[in-house]
């Protein structure tokens, strides 16, 4: 099982591009998340998606969208990229199972650039 | 609302000396607290969570309900446990955890 992967692993943009990221998940899992990863900040929630079909913001979904494609994929658009998006971004998954507090496992990361 | 408070960014230990990672939070109810690693290059992933009293890589946590802490200790601390940790929480009903802003621990030989 691959676990959690995301592509790409690097970007570099410049203010005003777009671009997609991807994440897809191997476990079954319902419920996936997109965070970032700021020095000093830890891992805020940009959005997350509880289950097939449903998706919901977190504490920083300016400037951000989301697709739950099916239950494996979910991925994270940046439409007009700025400089403050400049980050690591991580995906994650969690069976969301509704009957107990389950752990996330993370994908590795990707990490943006803009310019 | 609940929130979880690391209070160190930096904690910097030589090698064979005792670590706690601090970590309180804010929450009215009984909540479930996990503690996340994430190593040089790597992935962030679970080390321990309170509900399973496990002893993981010689770290363990006790959930002190009074104090509304749950924090990180080793007795003897290895330069392999560098890493950034990060402390969180979920409880209420919600399966979004909070996450603290995480503390990075540097091991010197």
């Known amino acids: 099982n691959a676990g959690v992967t995301q592509t790409p692993k690097f970007q570099v943009l410049k203010t005003g591009q777009s671009m997609t990221l991807q994440c897809a998940q191997d476990m079954n899992h319902n419920s996936m998340y997109w965070y970032r990863q700021d020095p000093g900040m830890g891992l805020r929630l940009i959005y997350y998606?509880?289950?097939?079909?449903?998706?919901d913001k977190g504490e920083v979904p300016n400037g951000y969208n989301v697709s739950r494609l099916n239950k494996r994929e979910f991925s994270l658009r940046l439409e007009s990229a700025a400089p403050s998006q400049t980050s690591v971004y991580f995906c994650?998954?969690?069976?969301?199972?509704?009957?107990?507090?389950?752990?996330?496992?993370f994908g590795p990361g990707t990490r943006l650039t803009v310019l | 609302a609940q929130r979880v408070t690391q209070p160190e960014k930096l904690l910097s230990v030589f090698k064979g000396a005792p670590v706690e990672l601090k970590c309180n939070y804010s929450y009215s109810g009984s909540p479930e607290l996990f503690w996340y690693v994430q190593y040089s290059r790597q992935r962030l992933q679970l080390l321990l969570r309170?509900?399973s009293r496990e002893s993981i890589k010689g770290f363990t946590a006790d959930l002190n309900k009074g104090e509304t802490s749950f924090h990180l200790k080793k007795p003897f601390a290895q330069e392999e446990d560098s890493a950034m940790y990060y402390c969180?929480?979920?409880?209420?009903?919600?399966?979004?955890?909070?996450f603290g802003r995480g503390t990075s621990l540097i091991v010197h030989p």
């Open positions: 998606s509880a289950s097939e079909g449903t998706t």
């Open positions: 309170h509900i």
């Open positions: 969180a929480l979920m409880g209420g009903g919600s399966y979004i955890p909070t």
């Open positions: 994650a998954s969690s069976a969301g199972d509704g009957r107990s507090y389950n752990e996330q496992f």
